[in-house]
T-cell receptor, first 115, second 115 residues
């Protein structure tokens, strides 16, 4: 079964609204989680590194105010796409790094469609 | 900056035939190297990884990859492909000295398997 769960798996929203995507590590603690964005037929682009209890580290070119990341506990990181626009439509994938094992697991992704 | 090149966007093979997916990377030092597989609408599953040691790495599902430092390559191979291997394959690198799990991906190779 999945060890990293993302919710929702699919979301459709209107332009201008905000959408929150959750990434949960199941049965293990993850001090560090990562958020990726995947465009159709393209690769995964690392957006940010999320550290529990501290601010996320964003990759160059990723808008911090557009993509808000919160990592409030050792098992949960959230990505909020603020004031979403159609160009934000994408497949968002998170991964979680096990604190004890050092193993990395990926979530099943969340498909965001902004109308 | 790290970069990962997967020169083949799409490969088609017959079931039972051998397979090689190419991956080249650009990085100042030997990075951590990974191969992931992604089925449609799904997250990523780790096939294998190279950190150090033996340059021929065995993975799950009968896959193997060979790290060749002189060629900056980490090609994925399978001696006999099964229809269930049809999926998208991603090569990824992680920088030594950086946060483990912070990965940079190639654009992917779509594998089609003919019966």
């Amino acid at each position: 079964g999945a060890v990293v769960s993302q919710h929702p798996s699919r979301v459709i929203c209107k332009s201008g609204t905000s959408v929150k995507i959750e990434c949960r590590s199941l049965d293990f603690q993850a001090t560090t989680m990562f958020w990726y964005r995947q465009f159709p037929k393209q690769s995964l682009m690392l957006m940010a590194t999320s550290n529990e209890g501290s601010k996320a580290t964003y990759e160059q070119g990723v808008e911090k105010d557009k993509f808000l990341i919160n990592h409030a506990s050792l098992t949960l990181s959230t990505l909020t796409v603020t004031s979403a626009h159609p160009e934000d439509s994408s497949f968002y994938i998170c991964s979680a790094l096990g604190t004890v094992t050092g193993e990395l697991f990926f979530g099943e992704g969340s498909r965001l469609t902004v109308l | 900056a790290q970069s990962v090149t997967q020169p083949d966007i799409h490969i088609t093979v017959s079931e039972g035939a051998s397979l090689e997916l190419r991956c080249n990377y650009s990085y100042g030092a030997t990075p951590y190297l990974f191969w992931y597989v992604q089925s449609p609408g799904q997250g990523l599953q780790l096939l294998l990884k190279y950190f150090s040691g033996d340059t021929l790495v065995q993975g799950i599902k009968g896959f193997e990859a060979e790290f060749k430092r002189s060629q900056s390559s980490f090609n994925l191979r399978k001696p006999s492909v099964h229809w269930s291997d049809a999926a998208e394959y991603f090569c990824a690198v992680g920088a030594r000295g950086s946060t483990l799990g912070r990965l940079y991906f190639g654009r992917g190779t779509q594998l089609t398997v003919w019966p």
